[in-house]
């Protein structure tokens, strides 16, 4: 897979930029892994924008509790960041696509957890630990999906194939959480947008099934 991409890229290394640019962009694996940022992007930043108001709005927590809260998610995304890559390197073999299937499982039995935490009041002890899946899942996933990207696009392309993922990400953080924002001003409640989030993982995994992932053994036996 990354071998074909990266072959037909470096074929086109003399064409015109804006070609190639659209050869990278509109590339199969590029699609999918843009697609796979979009969802993920779109994610952390609904997350990021709404955890506040929604503990402090819905659940009645204080504003410090609510900062609180954020300020311990993002401290999971971070340490997750680390584990993510340490367990892909040295548990999985340099395999990278089972470890964002493991993350973005994790990310939809969070905001699964929080719409349930919506609806029913008496969840709320579970609140910690929605929470902390969420910073580890939703906020921690940024390595692994940077490394899967360089992989596939080849280093002939990393550079512009990272500049595109970004783009699709973007796209994401841009268009998602005003969705998310009228799906509370319109149902009154903070879960049917949990339950948004929800969905956007189940896509998530879905372009993952269609991801196919080189060997990270066959690659190294093929380099001279």
């Known amino acids: 897979m990354s071998q074909g991409i990266s072959g037909q890229i470096s074929d086109t290394a003399i ?3 804006w070609r190639k640019i659209l050869r990278v962009a509109f590339h199969r694996d590029m699609l999918i892994l843009g697609g796979i940022r979009f969802g993920l992007m779109a994610t952390q930043f609904c997350f990021s924008a709404y ?7 819905e659940l009645e927590h204080s504003i410090r509790q609510a900062g609180h809260f954020f300020a311990l998610a993002y401290l999971l995304g971070a340490a997750g960041r680390v584990f993510w890559s340490l367990l ?3 548990l999985l073999g340099g395999r990278r696509k089972g470890i964002l299937v493991w993350i973005t499982f994790i990310m939809l039995l969070s905001s699964l957890s929080l719409g349930a935490i919506s609806f029913f009041p008496s969840l709320a002890p579970l609140l910690f ?3 902390l899946a969420f910073g580890i899942s939703g906020l921690g996933w940024n390595a692994i999906y940077l ?4 992989e596939a696009m080849g280093k002939e392309s990393i550079g512009l194939a990272t500049g595109v993922g970004y783009f699709y990400g973007f796209m994401g953080s841009l268009i998602c959480p005003p969705l998310f924002g009228y799906l509370i001003d319109w149902t009154g409640t903070f879960g049917y947008a949990w339950l948004f989030l929800g969905c956007g993982s189940l896509l998530i995994l879905f372009l993952l099934s269609l991801y196919r992932e080189a060997n990270p053994k066959e690659e190294k036996e093929g380099v001279p």
């Not at 490394?147 to 360089?150: D, H, K, N, P, R």
């Open 51 to 57: 955890l506040t108001l929604f503990l402090s709005q």
């Open 88 to 90: 892909s390197d040295y």
């Open 147 to 150: 490394t899967i990207l360089g």
């Open 129 to 131: 630990l929605a929470i």
């Open 15 to 17: 064409c015109p930029p």
